[in-house]
């Protein structure tokens, strides 16, 4: 269970704090909800979960030594280029979805050497595979950013830097 003023890593709406647990009425039985608000809209959206869920669409901020950890878990994951657009997208977005952060992060490496490749032959890198990617990027570049306290933008860079020293 978790506590207000807890921050989490919500499924689709990114880091998020645990405002408040309140019953609400908003089906035919009172239950009690999370009551949360994403960090990066400034408390402009409020997302309410069932605290009975089955499956619960948030779990709590990696630590530090664990998001080290995945970074380095994240070069023993194998991800290939999948040629067909369909199953790639299905896919990569069950990776985008699931709660494997190394898997994801070896995911972001595949899909930026493809772009990569894709331009250096002066094509243009598919608006499917460039969604996947920002989603991708999102979801860790913000978990990162606030853990760290760095920018998100610095968290490539921070990422690379932790690859290269456990290589």
């Not at 997208?89 to 490749?117: F, G, P």
């Not at 598919?126 to 989603?135: C, F, H, T, Y």
């Amino acid at each position: 269970m978790y506590i207000v003023g807890d921050f989490v890593l919500h499924s689709t709406s990114g880091v998020c704090k645990i405002e408040d647990i309140r019953e609400e009425n908003f089906t035919e039985q009172k239950r009690n909800y999370y009551v949360l608000h994403p960090i990066i809209d400034g408390n402009k959206s409020t997302i309410y979960v069932p605290v009975d869920t089955q499956k619960c669409p948030f779990r709590k901020l990696l630590k530090k030594v664990e998001i080290h950890q995945v970074i380095a878990e994240s070069l023993k994951e194998n991800i290939e280029w999948i040629d067909s657009n369909n199953i790639r997208k299905v896919t990569y977005s069950d990776i985008l979805h699931s709660d494997n952060t190394s898997k994801i992060i070896a995911m972001i490496v595949c899909l930026h050497e493809r772009k990569k490749a894709v331009n250096d032959n002066g094509k243009k890198f598919s608006i499917m595979d460039e969604q996947l990617l920002n989603d991708a990027e999102k979801r860790i570049h913000q978990e990162f950013s606030y853990v760290l306290s760095i920018k998100e933008q610095e968290v490539p860079e921070y990422i690379i830097g932790r690859l290269c020293k456990t290589q």
